[in-house]
């Protein structure tokens, strides 16, 4: 079993910034081996891709993220992160982080973050 829990998330304004952090348990072997990132799911949309962690040089992001979050890990942790800077209104969602391998992904239950004044 594998267990992914979200932290960090809350109420903040816009312009302003939050850290979401991802602790792994369970049956990981060799963390760093594990594909990693997070998406986001807005109010009645659906489920969208915010970053991914190619590896220790190369992440990919959502365009609408881009300059202003940036997803991190720390393998000795078992732990992936999300800073988010700049937030705007539209950034509201529910964040989930996921670690990949061998095609089977694990989730976290998800946390939420709203940006309003």
């Known amino acids: 079993q594998v267990q992914l829990v979200e932290s960090g998330g809350g109420l903040v304004q816009p312009g302003g910034s939050l850290r979401l952090s991802c602790a792994a348990s369970?049956?990981?072997?060799?963390?760093?081996?594990?594909?990693a990132g997070w998406y986001r799911q807005p109010p009645g949309k659906q489920r969208e891709l915010v970053a991914a962690i190619i590896s220790s040089l190369s992440t990919n992001y959502a365009d609408s993220v881009k300059g202003r979050f940036t997803a991190s890990r720390d393998n000795a942790k078992n732990t992936v992160y999300l800073q988010m800077n700049s937030l705007k209104p539209e950034d509201t969602a529910v964040y989930y982080c996921?670690?990949?391998?061998?095609?089977?992904?694990?989730w976290g239950k998800g946390i939420l973050v709203t940006v309003s004044s």
């Open positions: 996921y670690i990949r391998k061998y095609g089977i992904d694990y």
């Open positions: 369970g049956s990981i072997s060799i963390f760093s081996t594990y594909g």
